[in-house]
């Protein structure tokens, strides 16, 4: 998920989260004692999901950014056609 995050395939990404999730819950519904592994592979997961984290912020601030952009253009446009008359 971390690698479809960074190509920028949101679509992708959501589409896994379910599964995801599930696998997260049966991963940690075992009342299995948490050995070195076990913590190591929890930091992996932490540490990727700060990954995704963080490209989804970036994805949000651009996609704000642009929007503001059009948004923008269109009260130009406006702007322009009222004084135009």
Same mark, same amino acid.
């Given at each position: 998920?971390?690698s479809?995050?960074?190509?920028? @395939?949101?679509?992708a =990404?959501i589409?896994?989260?379910?599964? /995801?999730?599930?696998l997260? @819950?049966r991963?940690?519904?075992?009342h299995?004692p948490?050995?070195e $592994? =076990?913590?190591?592979r =929890?930091?992996? $997961?932490?540490?990727?999901?700060? /990954?995704l984290m963080?490209?989804? $912020?970036?994805?949000?601030d /651009? $996609?704000? @950014? ?5 948004? /923008?253009g269109?009260k ?7 004084a135009?008359g």
């Amino acid at each position: 998920m971390a690698s479809l995050g960074d190509a920028g @395939e949101w679509d992708a =990404v959501i589409e896994l989260e379910p599964e /995801r999730r599930n696998l997260l @819950e049966r991963a940690f519904a075992t009342h299995a004692p948490a050995d070195e $592994i =076990v913590a190591e592979r =929890v930091r992996a $997961i932490l540490d990727l999901d700060k /990954r995704l984290m963080a490209r989804s $912020i970036e994805a949000r601030d /651009r $996609i704000a @950014e642009e929007l503001g952009q059009t948004s /923008r253009g269109r009260k130009a446009a406006s702007a322009y056609q009222s004084a135009r008359g």
